[in-house]
């Protein structure tokens, strides 16, 4: 049964619709004011809420509208209560959000049918919400697992036959038939299998350096007053040395120098970008970056581009979508970086982002505002 929240400045309305709605078993909290409905909403979310659309001072459409524009209650169903003849007004209501109306006098076979059409609805949302968050989890969950288990299992391999090398040299060796050549070439054998391993348990580590940095960027904010210009050249310089060929052109049409900025998730954003252009370089030597930063009195926009060959073929949607890349393997990249930095832009950095593609290379136009701490 539902949580219902009905709010009407008329006690007998209120009486009634308590009624009608207790005889289903619903739980119902009732407001006589828009002003004590928000408070009530602020206490405990309802699933549904069930509105008179004239009250004073603020209306039934005036409450929408608030609980509209605010995240944590823009998803609660809204029922309008009007008279029938009160065309206009009902209109006006739908149009603010409302999902359903109920005209006066109150019909309570009515009122019960559309408060169950309406929970019908919230069970479908819930139901496809987790077989949604159900199957990223298990794309999650096998992505994370190729990930770790390639290279683990390729470190296993190797310790083994480096074993098998150590106990071949001992048997040699207490045997009296090890010669020296013999000795030269099972140490380069045993030096390649330490070698192959140190390499793929770096991979794991670094992959989870990785998971450790998305967690970082579904965090809060932590604002600090830095120099952008400083800021950005410093990133540039440290990818110059990760990265031998790479070469940026930078512009700044900035007015002041310092900003209120979260250098850490704005460092994840630009690091992964700059790795994301140079992996898929076609001669990574010769990878050019541009980044063209624009002030505007509410933030400032980022162009940044490279002269890579684009998408080439794959779509926006592939891009963005976790572990989908055309890179698996020895270069390491496990595609999270174009994913990590649309979720940092479009959530704790509150921006936009658009992103377009040809073959002199991809290019992602981002907005971001000015953030107060």
């Known amino acids: ?77 809204i029922i309008f209560v009007s008279a029938q003849t009160d065309t206009d007004n009902i209109v006006q209501a739908l149009e603010a959000g409302g999902v359903d109306y109920l005209t006066k006098p109150f019909r309570p076979a009515e009122i019960v049918a559309r408060v169950s059409t309406q929970i019908k609805l919230i069970e479908a949302h819930n139901l496809r919400v987790g077989q949604e968050l159900s199957h990223a989890i298990n794309q999650m969950v ?35 038939t090890l010669s020296a050549t013999q000795l030269e070439a099972k140490l380069k054998d045993a030096s390649e299998s330490i070698t192959l391993s140190e390499n793929n348990l770096m991979r794991v580590a670094e992959f989870v350096n990785l998971l450790k940095m998305i967690s970082r960027a579904k965090g809060p904010r932590k604002l600090k007053n830095t120099n952008l210009e400083s800021f950005i050249k410093n990133i540039l310089t440290l990818s110059q040395e990760l990265y031998h060929g790479l070469t940026f052109n930078l512009q700044l049409n900035i007015h002041q120098s310092d900003f209120n900025l979260d250098t850490e998730l704005l460092a994840l954003v630009f690091n992964n970008l700059i790795q994301d252009s140079f992996t898929h370089a076609p001669q990574a030597d010769k990878t050019q970056i541009n980044i063209i930063i624009t002030e505007k009195n509410d933030g400032f926009d980022i162009l940044y581009s490279d002269n890579g060959n684009g998408l080439q073929g794959l779509s926006i949607e592939q891009l963005l979508k976790p572990f989908y890349t055309s890179k698996r393997g020895n270069s390491g990249h496990v595609g999270l970086s174009a994913p990590m930095v649309a979720s940092i832009i479009s959530g704790p950095l509150n921006g936009k982002y658009q992103i377009t593609s040809s073959k002199n290379g991809i290019e992602w136009v981002i907005e971001l505002p000015h953030l107060n701490a």
């Open 142 to 176: 096998v992505g994370v697992a190729h990930e770790i288990n390639t290279p683990l299992g390729t470190s296993i391999t190797a310790v083994t036959h480096l074993k098998s090398i150590i106990e071949s040299l001992m048997s040699s060796y207490m045997h009296k």
């Open 1 to 77: 049964m539902a949580n219902i929240l009905i709010v009407d400045d008329i006690v007998e309305n209120l009486h009634v619709l308590q009624l009608i709605l207790k005889s289903e078993n619903h739980t119902v909290r009732a407001a006589t004011n828009a002003a004590l409905a928000l408070q009530l909403v602020e206490k405990k979310r309802p699933d549904i809420i069930i509105t008179d659309i004239k009250m004073p001072v603020m209306s039934g459409i005036e409450l929408c509208q608030t609980l509209k524009s605010k995240d944590e209650s823009k998803h609660i169903p």
